[in-house]
């Protein structure tokens, strides 16, 4: 019942850092665009694989002024993959250990930042060319009050323009832009791509670079398809310009979950040269985060340890949007007093010092095993934050939680249940 919520609610207001004053409200008012970059890892990003470029244009963004871009970023999926990684940058919580949470709990309240930019002005729309029902997608955006879905059938899918899971990417950003430019301003759009994703085929005319020559035809094909994503968001960006809307938004990508499995350690090995420890997969679970603002010219790349359950926090303050009142596990990453602490979905975790994987502690740096005093401190708290978000999602806590006041909503008899304790 609701007085559940009442020890959670502590132990969040006690663990949100405070914005940093020069980056909050640095894009207020302005539009906000979120590009979930499908499968892509951060091993890809300033890497080559057999002397070709991977990803050259967000290459050039880890060294653009605009562009602040976070190399320490990880994902922290579970078995809803693509619909996991938005449920944590919408709600700052974490997906569920069993089952996509997209599926089992599409029903509940939520405190969505599509909602909250909302109940700012915003208009808060998702745009994917597939079905509106997978991943249950549709149900689940009326309970984050997203206003608008663009599925599917918003799209246009010429000859040739579709491959693998669906439309391409390129063809995708164009007439995603030209959406844009039909919404009501300020608005707050998420993309969702497709072209990079398992099994990563791709139509002749596409493959910028060659495969690689490993044993994996997957890992082979997924440099040319994350190649191919790349140069969608360059189109992202010069169609933004044409329509003059890129001045006045912020774009921020980040990539949803792996797109190589462990079974491809063999292949991984050949590529990345090293033997592929339990620390090395924990390390390959980063995934690229970029906050680009046209304009701010102080970017850089920012080796602050977070994950996706940050990104809330982080985006928001950067709207301006206070979120205090909220009911968050992440924190701002600009925060100064941001927590370097990410715990994966299966109770992995990184901090400044170790990584805790396979049951084992490593040094974060060197990979080296290390006394597991390094990482003891650690296990409980990373059980502890996965087992109050879970609590939440199945007792649908949210729902006894005012967030324009902060406020529990409580009956009479949790009230007393609680003078009793
Ligand atoms: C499907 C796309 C891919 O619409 O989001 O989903 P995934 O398999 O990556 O979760
Ligand atoms: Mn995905």
Redesign the pocket.
Known sequence: DGSQLVEINNYVSSNQPEPNPDMFGLAEGRNLIVV?L??LQSFTINNEMNEETITPFLNELTEDEDTIYFPNFYHQTGL?????SEFLLENSLYPLSGGAVFFTHSGNSYNSMAESLGKNGYHTSVQ?A?TKS??N?DMMYASLNVDEFLDIDSYEIGEGEAVN??MKDIPFMEQSVEHMAQLPQPFYTRL?T?TN??PFYLDEEDKLIDEFDSDSGTLNRYFQTARYLDESVKVLFDELKQQGLYENSIIVMYG??YGISENHNAAMEQYLGKEITPYETAQLQRVPFFVHIPGYGQGGIDEEIGGQVDIRPTIMHLMGVETEDDIQFGGDLFSEEHEEFVVFRDGRFITEKSVFAGNTCYDRETGEEIDGAACEPYIEPAFTELEYSESIINGDLLRFYDEDNGQLILSEKELEKLEKE
Do not use: P, Q, V
């Open positions: 979930t499908e499968s809803g993959k693509t619909s996991d994917h597939n997978f991943w997608r899971w669906g969702l497709l994703h398992h949803d979950h």
